[in-house]
């Protein structure tokens, strides 16, 4: 196991570098907030809380990406045959379980993942419970009997072949919103099932098709390569009359 250490400023730059670029995410305990690092194809929201799926595809503006499934996340995982995502994202999430669950759900993930897993949490047990069923959650929706938190973690509880980033100021606000005395660290962590490849899938935006993929050949040639191909195509075009 590796262990890194980022302060605040540092460490979410540090994670995206340790994210392999995928087409398929399978985002578990998304509540409103699913991961923002990467733009997959298809990403797979999974959320118990409904009012938290629906105030997700409201915000979304019904993202075509997004599938937005309302279950338990063993149900919907479950669901799932081996290897079927490229990577799965547990990002807040896992200290709303129980430790054998959480462990249960480190298989799973496993399971069902060709690429990677990346798993963010407090560390250590962070205190975070909503007794009064009338209290609203950190959102100010009524979430909170699947905001408490169950469980703790440390690196030793995901094993040798995972990657560990830990942020020791992480957490400066408690689940009132109010600032803490003193910070509490985060860790995030990386298990690498396969190795990293190209994307197999791109979502074109704009409506011509030539204008993507002159972008990509622009990325991809060298400037005197691209402007020699694209005045070749200019010549096509002009003997054939479409320009």
Known sequence: MNVTYAGRRDVLG???????????????????????????CVHICVDVHRPY?????RESADDPAYVLINASWDTAIAMLSDKSVDTVFALDFIEHLEKPDGLRML?????VARRQIVVCTPHGFFPQSYDDPRKPDRWGMD???????????????????WDVVICPDAIELNQDNQPMERPMAALWAFRALGPEAGRRCHVIKRPSVWAYVKGL???????????RLRSAWGFVLRALGRT
């Open 143 to 161: 979430g909170g009997y699947w905001q408490t938190h169950r469980s703790g973690w440390a690196p030793e509880d995901f094993g040798e072949d």
């Open 217 to 227: 050949l622009e990325q991809a040639l060298p400037h005197a390569v691209f402007t």
């Open 53 to 57: 799926i629906e105030r997700l595809k």
């Open 107 to 111: 298989r799973e993930a496993e399971r």
């Open 14 to 40: 540090l994670v995206a570098s340790k994210l392999q670029d995928v087409d398929v995410v399978l985002d578990l305990g998304s509540g409103i907030c699913p991961q923002p690092f990467l733009k997959a």
